[in-house]
């Protein structure tokens, strides 16, 4: 989705929105095209993500919106000090763009598995955390981020992915966007690309054993909003997503559950042990994290069918 | 406006009461630093356009005391200095303080910030300069040679930082913590142009601020003394953590009283 990224804002400078795109040093082949036709709008800040953060701050402290860009946690955990206090603190109009969300840059090991960076950056004040699960949902986020004055985080996959599938009338990233409609009393929850798997396991379900589900994609995780989603036709849902169990998108919506009248029970998917994961490309190691569509299927179908039979 | 040395004495008898009614840390370090700060906000006031950020964010008490003797904090908010609730902490923070546009209370950080801020005013031709005042013991983190690498990459002759040079940190003098020396030669091999003066003499500090490169961020080495006004205070790394007393008070105001 990083070439979507920067086609977006390409776009936009074209119709001469004033921003600034700092990197640390990465976007080979893929920036070129902004950075070329829009020199004064671009700046490559090297490998120095701690400096690259503080400016940003410091430019955007004039009410300009600044994005800062890297990969896997670069952007966020190596300069975290200063997303806290130069840009959350202040609520300065930052960005803080992450590509490579959770495994997509699987052959390159631990270091590069983004698998923590939601439950970290949704602890930050103020801080809008963003995960689109295609770029329709990047489009639709993007226009949010522009339209806002504090900060920001955006987590992006590597590669482009499919469109996901929309029952109509949903345009808000805000909002949660209804990928799948169904009967079953446990509803789904899923952030980021890893609801192509999501979508394929529900089909397969549908398919074999005849169970239909109510799916929603989150584009936005923090603050998290629910609207348009009809609880009393629930007594449990599963969150998915490629991220760490431990604090992500799943512990978000407990926090959310735990803040309201209702009672479910949920079902948490995600990586497990992240650091003992091997290394191998992003395909692989959601089969090893159980991430793979026929895992979330069994999951899913297991859970379906004990709550059936309470 | 009274003449600068006297805003600068009576700042350091705002800090050292304010530190002393909160039984607050950090009098040795605030008070190096005032004659910096007096320096700097008068360049301020006749630069428009110029920000003075405060790295040490530790020395709050001296940049609230220079910022209420150029009348830019009322005394009430001196007065409840640490108290529960105040607008002054022990850091400046963002609380709507006149004069400070920028948070700090953790080293590092303000440089980085100040890099982004010169950044965009030269691209965009606006003029004034940002002052930013460091520590020596400061230097020690890596975010501010991350920032000093890009500045002079950039060419920001727009940005001053200043450090007082008063040769302590935390547990004991700076050359036997980490060694900084030759801190002049580091600067200038990144790029800057680098000054070195007494950090007391707020008139040389103003001439030389006066007086950037064309084309090179400036760097001011101010040779300073920690708990400089007060003789026992002097070069005595207790008052890093330590708030003076009453009778130490008295005495202080003294020494600072005396024509």
């Known amino acids: 989705m990083r070439k979507a990224f920067i086609g ?3 776009a936009r400078a074209r119709e001469s929105k004033e921003f600034t795109l700092l990197v640390g040093d990465l976007g080979f082949g893929v920036v070129e095209e902004f950075s070329t036709e829009f020199p004064d709008l671009f700046l490559n800040v090297g490998v120095a993500e701690q400096n690259m953060t503080g400016m940003a701050a410091g430019i955007s402290e004039s009410g300009r919106r600044v994005f800062t860009y890297s990969i896997a946690n670069f952007p966020t955990m190596r300069a975290l000090e200063q997303i806290r206090n130069d840009v959350a603190y202040h609520g300065f109009p930052v960005t803080i763009v992450s590509v490579g969300a959770g495994l997509d840059y699987g052959t390159l090991g631990y270091s590069h598995f983004a698998v923590e960076d939601i439950a970290v ?28 004055s504090g900060p920001s985080y955006l987590r992006l996959s590597k590669d482009s992915h499919a469109e996901l599938p929309s029952l109509s009338g949903w345009i808000d990233a805000s909002k949660p966007r209804k990928l799948l409609a169904g009967s ?32 929603y994609s989150l584009p936005q995780i923090s603050p998290m909003l629910l609207e348009g989603v009809e609880w009393e036709k629930y007594n449990s849902v599963v969150t998915i997503e490629e991220h760490a169990l431990t604090g992500g998108f799943g512990s978000a919506v407990l926090e959310y559950l735990s803040n309201s009248d209702l009672s479910l029970k949920v079902l948490r998917l995600g990586i497990d042990q992240p650091a003992k994961l091997p290394v191998g490309s992003a395909g692989f190691l959601r089969e090893v994290a159980k991430l793979d569509p026929l895992s979330i299927y069994r999951e899913v179908l297991n859970l379906a069918l004990s709550i059936r039979e309470d | 406006m009274k003449d600068l040395l006297t805003v600068a004495r009576d700042a350091r008898l705002v800090a050292l009461k304010m530190v002393h ?12 630093v005032i004659d910096i700060l007096v320096a700097a906000y008068s ?48 850091h400046a923070t963002k609380a709507d303080i006149p004069g400070v546009v920028f948070s ?3 080293l590092g950080h303000a440089l980085p910030f100040a890099v982004g801020v010169s950044y965009r005013k030269k691209l965009a031709k606006e003029s004034g300069h940002t002052i930013v005042v460091m520590s020596d013991g400061e230097c020690d983190e890596g975010s ?36 900084l020396d030759p801190l002049d030669l580091k600067w200038e091999s990144f790029g800057w142009k680098v000054s070195e003066l007494n950090g007391h003499d707020i008139n040389l500090i ?27 205070m002097e070069g005595n790394n207790l008052w890093h953590y330590r708030s003076p007393n009453d009778l130490e008070l008295e005495q202080a105001i003294t020494e600072l009283s005396r024509p």
Request: charged share 20%; glycine share 8%; aromatic share 6%.
């Open chain 2, 206 to 232: 103003t001439e030389t601020l006066m007086s950037p490169s064309p084309e090179k961020p400036h760097l001011i080495i101010a040779n300073t003394v920690k708990g400089k006004g007060v003789s026992f």
């Open chain 2, 104 to 106: 700090t209370g953790s």
């Open chain 1, 184 to 215: 079953s009393s446990t509803l789904i929850l899923v952030t980021g690309t890893i609801g192509a798997n999501v979508i394929e396991a529900c089909r397969l379900i549908s398919k074999e054993k005849l169970v239909t589900f109510d799916v």
């Open chain 2, 144 to 179: 501010n040679w991350e920032a000093a690498l890009v500045a002079a990459h950039l060419g920001l002759n727009n940005l001053v930082a200043i450090i007082d040079r008063n040769r302590l940190q935390s547990f004991q003098d700076t050359e036997q913590t980490i060694r």
């Open chain 1, 8 to 10: 977006n804002l390409t």
């Open chain 2, 43 to 90: 360049f301020r006031i006749s630069n428009p356009g110029s920000e003075v950020l405060l790295s040490k964010g530790h020395a709050a008490a001296g940049l609230y005391a220079v910022l209420n003797k150029f009348g830019e904090i009322p005394d009430s908010w001196v007065e409840t200095y640490c108290e529960d609730g105040s607008k002054l902490g022990g």
């Open chain 2, 21 to 32: 009614k909160a039984r607050a840390a950090h009098i040795g370090s605030s008070l190096s």
């Open chain 1, 121 to 148: 950056m949704r602890s930050l004040p103020g801080m809008k955390v963003y995960s689109p699960a295609d770029e329709r949902e990047l489009g639709t986020v993007m226009d949010e981020i522009f339209s806002s």
